[in-house]
């Protein structure tokens, strides 16, 4: 027994991952056994992978405070065996990884239907092997590994993206997630190739080690930016998200909007802060400015969609973006030798990081059991659900104050805390940075204000108002394992929101590590109650003692309603200004909400009307708001290449003579430089 | 320790008390300019008080989100009555909360009011929904960036620290924080739905934006709502007392300034609220597709404000 305890506790936190990346492969295939069995699959296996993530998510948090942790696999190529190391930016992102899928696993065993596709078993396999691979992603400390945890990561996530491969629409939305995945996997490729500056050696540990100078330092980070950016989100490269999301069933784009985003922002702070020595002030303008433009352009798109997971995809976008601008803020800070005030935007870009895992994941969660239970996707034939399904209903509404950005919950908290750091740019000693500063703030600021204007309209026309169809009134609430999942992630919106001192003493290791700084401490010393930017003065925020305030008031005043008149209460029909026949269908529909966003930021969009004659005899009304992108970047592009193509494909004979004198003229083209 | 408790108590009492006051008053005055007799400046009151004792009378399919809302958005005002100094800076919850967070309670409640608009599905109740958050999205980043100008001015978001920086330094005029006052000004029209933007008195209902929300209430609920809006009001009128007129504020533990400090309190309150109805007077409502632009003026001033403190 003794030995036995001196194992589990004498493991490292790294060991301990390792072993739950293997548990979850091995859960994987465990599933093949009986693919079609969903009980089996679905109340062992992914409850047990859920523990999995739990764990996982401990022995992150474990490491968070430790020294860093190497180890080396006797896997890989001959000569460059898999390293790894745990280091407390890898240990923040892990912690993110399994909290986030522990709820989201648990949602997936009360999720599968029968005769569903794809079958269970397949489902938990490629689940599984994401799962498994974006733990990876976080662990390598070689190149080589990185790209092929990345690449599996990629892959596994295609194949749960294209579940449902029947569908046309989805295999094309599947296959614009791969083509840009790749270009993304493409610039990261580069990047690496860059900074391991010609030495050969594809370890972390060397490109740590080794002085870019500038030039090369910024065509790393350039592409880096590319690379990750791609597979953030990050405008332009933002394309296939609202096609992929959608397309993938409900806990797949919880996953991938909630966790595979953040593996991309953990890639570029790794190459930035942790591969990098030196950082350029420039560098953060970039970010500053691409990610204003992908916050703003998504919550403006977010607010026209008409389908529930395509809005929620836009709104993941805009909060990448609001991520990158945090990432820009730290750039600047840094570069110019603000330590702290460097420390504070990166505590509140990881702040926002993990955030975004909760209660994204909530929502897209919440879509799924709206989808099941009433086959329907599009939100103009939803509504009034908060009477059928109260339980969803409720743990939606947290996760939607918490997107709003909204006090007392974990949205406010980032959000605050970036307001904060962008408070303190006249410290700058740039004056056209401090004048851009501001105007940058502003526009962040009506970022975060109109995903309000989107998540009332993402909550009020799901779930409130009548039901805009008849089937609508047997849809049925989630399932327990399902409530169980939901639960999970409200809760850790909740306490993210209310524990803001804690969360930061723990991603003091992390700022500490790439910055150098710590804010946690100086936010611990005026006590666990209240929050504070960088000193008591500047400011500070008590989330647990403004709920506080808040339930007393309302129960005070409840109280004193009931007590001095009474609580009478009769019902009747509604009365809408004594207008008799209502029908569900004169409720705003989600174009109606959408229409005062399409009217006032119209030249952001690419608008296509039909209107009827006044003769028609059939009349229809059709307005589309498009993305711009597409048409002016995209579809060039696409022609360029077919174009270009085609005339390689002269080259394309078919006879075998020829292909082997195209062989021959090669060999003699790479003799000549080889002598 | 006790006299921080019993200043806080009483600056919060004061303004949810004398709110419906300054909302008659700003009626009565509104009468007067308009050759009318008016009910009186007590008439605020009197429609509370019928209304909570009537029986409330719900739709149908209204949910417990629709009942709780009235009390959630009442009790967001209070809080934020509880954080803004009026008479004197020695407030321990503000603490708590600071302009950031200020914001985030008035979003609160707006976000609770609209969705509980649009939950008996009429059609004026999503279009008031969808209407209120359209301004509010446009008139909140303004707002935050009228707060940001005297924060970077006394270096902290606290509303107590501003107004100690801001009433009990030496005396400097700073030309930002009248770009800010002007767009202030702006943005409270908005926010309380007054005219330009909206009109507290309309009943005709295409033109209604705060009024078509509350259609469906009645009775207490109603009551609990009205009383928000006046605190909200209230709110408005302390926020711009204290960042743009805060003299006569009584600092911290200056216990003797305290009556001075109200005299002054209710001549500024006097004065703002016939200002408030000489506007609405001389002002027509805009076209909702006009209120954009009012509102993305107030935001540009704004941001010129601050701006101008960066130069």
């Known amino acids: ?675 | 320790m006790i006299s921080s408790i019993f200043s806080q108590l009483f600056q919060t009492l004061l303004i949810v008390m004398l709110a419906p006051l300054l909302l008659g008053w700003v009626n009565q005055c509104r009468a007067w300019l308009q050759n009318k007799r008016g009910a009186g400046v007590l008439q605020p009151y009197r429609i509370l008080h019928k209304l909570f004792h009537k029986d409330a009378v719900l739709a149908d399919n209204a949910s417990s989100l629709f009942r709780s809302a009235p009390y959630v958005q009442f009790a967001c005002m209070v809080l934020v009555a509880s954080i803004v100094p009026i008479v004197a800076t020695d407030l321990p919850f503000a603490a708590a909360a600071d302009v950031i967070a200020l914001v985030g309670l008035f979003a609160l409640a707006r976000l609770f009011a609209a969705l509980a608009a649009m939950d008996v599905g009429t059609a004026f109740g999503s279009m008031g929904a969808r209407r209120e958050m359209l301004v509010a999205s446009l008139a909140e980043p303004a707002l935050l960036m009228v707060l940001f100008t005297p924060a970077l001015i006394a270096h902290s978001t606290s509303l107590t620290t501003i107004v100690e920086a801001l009433a009990h330094r030496e005396f400097v005029l700073y030309p930002s924080l009248a770009f800010a006052a002007v767009a202030f000004a702006m943005v409270a029209l908005a926010e309380n739905a007054r005219i330009p933007v909206d009109n507290p008195a309309t009943h005709l209902e295409l033109t209604m934006i705060h009024e078509a929300m509350i259609l469906e209430y009645s009775a207490r609920h109603l009551a609990l709502i009205e009383w928000a809006s006046a605190i909200k009001l209230s709110n408005y009128s302390a926020i711009g007392i204290a960042l743009f007129l805060p003299w006569g504020i009584a600092g911290t533990g200056d216990l003797g300034a305290v009556p001075l400090a109200l005299a002054v309190l209710f001549v500024k309150l006097l004065l703002g609220g016939a200002g408030l109805a000489l506007l609405e007077t001389l002002s027509a409502k805009l076209r909702i597709f006009r209120a954009p632009e009012f509102l993305g003026t107030a935001f540009l001033l704004a941001v010129l404000g601050m701006l101008l403190l960066e130069l």
């Open chain 1, 1 to 675: 027994m003794d030995s036995l305890t001196a194992i589990l506790f004498g493991l490292l936190p790294i060991d301990v991952m390792l072993g739950v990346i293997l548990f979850w492969v091995t859960l994987g295939l465990l599933g093949l056994i009986a693919p079609h069995h969903m009980r089996f699959i679905g109340h062992i296996l992914f409850p047990l992978g859920a523990a999995g993530g739990l764990i996982l998510a401990g022995a992150g948090f474990a490491a968070m405070g430790a020294r860093p942790e190497t180890a080396v696999l006797a896997l890989g190529l001959p000569d460059l065996p898999f390293h790894m190391r745990l280091d407390a930016l890898s240990a923040f992102f892990l912690v993110l990884l399994g909290a986030a899928s522990a709820g989201i696993s648990i949602y997936s065993a009360g999720y599968f239907r029968e005769g569903e596709e794809p079958a269970p078993g397949v489902y938990g396999l490629q689940y599984h092997v994401f799962l498994a691979a974006m733990a990876v992603v976080m662990l390598a400390d070689d190149a080589y590994l990185f790209m092929v945890a990345w690449e599996t990561m990629a892959l596994s996530s295609y194949f749960l993206v294209t579940s449902k491969h029947k569908i046309p629409e989805i295999r094309r939305a599947g296959f614009l997630y791969l083509l840009i995945a790749h270009l993304g996997a493409i610039g990261i490729l580069l990047c690496f190739g860059v900074m391991q500056g010609g030495h050969g050696d594809y370890t972390f540990a060397a490109m740590r080690a080794s002085h870019l100078d500038e030039f090369w330092a910024s065509v790393t980070f350039l592409l880096a930016l590319f690379g990750f950016g791609a597979k953030a989100g990050i405008l332009p490269l933002h394309v296939w998200l609202p096609e992929a999301h959608p397309a993938a069933p409900s806990p797949v784009s919880a996953l991938m909007s909630g966790v595979m985003l953040k593996t991309a922002i953990y890639g570029l702070l790794r190459v930035t802060f942790g591969l990098l020595q030196t950082q350029f002030s420039w560098w953060g303008v970039v970010a500053l400015l691409l990610g204003l433009l992908t916050a703003l352009f998504g919550v403006m798109f977010a607010a026209v969609q008409t389908d529930m997971k395509r809005l929620l995809a836009y709104s993941s976008i805009e909060n990448i973006g609001i991520i990158l601008v945090g990432i820009g803020l730290t750039l600047i800070f840094h570069a110019y030798a603000l330590g702290p005030l460097a420390a504070l935007a990166l505590a509140a870009t990881l702040y926002h990081c993990i955030n975004h895992a909760f209660f994204k994941s909530l929502l897209f969660l919440v879509t799924g059991t709206v989808l099941h239970s009433t086959k329907e996707r599009s939100l103009g034939k939803l509504g009034g659900l908060i009477r059928n399904m109260p339980w969803v209903a409720w743990l939606a509404l947290i996760g939607t104050i918490a997107i709003a950005g909204l006090p007392p919950l974990n949205g406010f908290v980032s959000e605050w805390l970036l307001l904060q750091a962008f408070l303190a740019t006249p410290s700058l000693p740039s004056s056209y940075l401090s004048m851009l500063v501001p105007v940058e703030a502003a526009a962040v600021v009506l970022a975060i204000a109109l995903a309000g204007y989107v998540m009332v309209k993402f909550y009020g026309v799901i779930f409130l108002g009548r039901p805009r169809e008849e089937k609508l009134a047997t849809a049925h609430d989630a399932n327990w394992l399902e409530r169980l999942g939901l639960g999970w992630l409200a809760l850790g919106c909740v306490a993210l929101g209310l524990a803001p001192v804690f969360v930061l003493t723990q991603l003091d290791h992390v700022t500490r590590l790439l910055t150098g700084y710590t804010v946690g401490v100086s936010a611990a010393q005026s006590g666990w109650l209240f929050v504070v930017a960088t000193s008591l003065e500047r400011a500070s925020y008590s989330p647990a003692l403004f709920l506080l305030g808040i339930v007393t008031m309302l129960l005070l005043v409840f109280v004193l309603v009931r007590k001095r008149y009474h609580g009478r209460v009769r019902r009747g029909p509604a009365w809408d200004c004594g207008y008799a026949r209502q029908t569900a269908r004169m409720q705003d529909t989600a174009e109606g909400f959408g229409q005062p966003i399409k009217q006032i930021f119209e030249p952001f969009f690419r608008i296509e009307r039909q209107m009827p004659s006044p003769f028609d005899e059939h009349p229809r009304y059709q307005g589309k708001a498009e993305d711009k992108l597409w048409y002016a970047l995209y579809l060039p592009i696409a022609r360029l290449v077919e174009r270009l193509s085609l005339r390689i494909s002269t080259l394309q004979h078919g006879r075998i003579h020829i292909y082997l004198l195209y062989s021959f003229v090669t060999l003699l083209f790479l003799l000549l430089f080889t002598r």
